[in-house]
T-cell receptor, first 116, second 117 residues
Framework: DGGITQSPKYLFRKEGQNVTLSCEQN?????MYWYRQDPGQGLRLIYY???????QKGDIAEGYSVSREKKESFPLTVTSAQKNPTAFYLC???????????????FGAGSRLTVL | AQTVTQSQPEMSVQEAETVTLSCTYD???????LFWYKQPPSRQMILVIR??????QNATENRFSVNFQKAAKSFSLKISDSQLGDAAMYFC??????????????FGQGTRLTINP
């Protein structure tokens, strides 16, 4: 079945370390997104990518970086510059414009990052 | 900037009863989309319902329906015949008209729904 796979599900990091969260999709979707979820704040957009080798900052991009070398993959790196990285991270994707459901996000199961 | 507000952090309802979750939004666009997503304890986000702003008819999906009041910028979700499996966080979200590229959804803070047996 097609879907989005995020790994790892749980991740622990020491302060000062960078960590990379994986996001892989086999839906043949063009656009991919990273959201951060904190209690009481809903989901906030970190980065998004419309096409391979292109990505844009979302609302809370500081302290994060991404790459989009393949259509299927959109990894997120949480750098040591992110002051409060403990959160739940969700990856999502959408199909090509004009297709049915072009703005319906399909989500992965999420990754929980805890800074020790 | 678009904003989405859910004023009810928590709601509870008896099984088989009806419950309505509130959502208001602010946008300067005339063409846009509104969504309700459900996040059960597994934390997997699931689309519940989608409404296109240019459509006057309220969207429905089985036991789920919306009351879309465009002038008031209100988009409430009604769950009829509540079931234990409906217990989850519910997020309201807004997206502008579909344009080239990615679709940036703005989410509300969420409402935690508890179903009492």
């Amino acid at each position: 079945d097609g879907g989005i796979t995020q790994s790892p599900k749980y991740l622990f990091r020491k302060e000062g370390q960078n960590v990379t969260l994986s996001c892989e999709q086999n839906l043949n979707h063009d656009a991919m997104y990273w959201y951060r979820q904190d209690p009481g704040q809903g989901l906030r957009l970190i980065y998004y990518s419309q096409i391979v080798n292109d990505f844009q900052k979302g609302d809370i991009a500081e302290g994060y970086s991404v790459s989009r070398e393949k259509k299927e993959s959109f990894p997120l790196t949480v750098t040591s510059a992110q002051k409060n990285p403990t959160a739940f991270y969700l990856c999502a994707s959408t199909p090509r414009d004009g297709s049915s459901g072009a703005n319906v996000l399909t989500f992965g199961a999420g990754s929980r990052l805890t800074v020790l | 900037a678009q904003t989405v507000t859910q004023s009810q952090p928590e709601m509870s309802v008896q099984e088989a009863e009806t419950v309505t979750l509130s959502c208001t939004y602010d946008t300067s666009e005339s063409d846009y989309y509104l969504f309700w997503y459900k996040q059960p304890p597994s934390r997997q986000m699931i689309l519940v319902i989608r409404q296109e702003a240019y459509k006057q008819q309220n969207a429905t999906e089985n036991r789920f329906s919306v009351n879309f009041q465009k002038a008031a910028k209100s988009f409430s979700l009604k769950i009829s015949d509540s079931q234990l499996g409906d217990a989850a966080m519910y997020f309201c979200a807004h997206c502008g008209a579909i344009i080239q590229g990615a679709q940036k959804l703005v989410f509300g803070q969420g409402t935690r729904l508890t179903i009492n047996p």
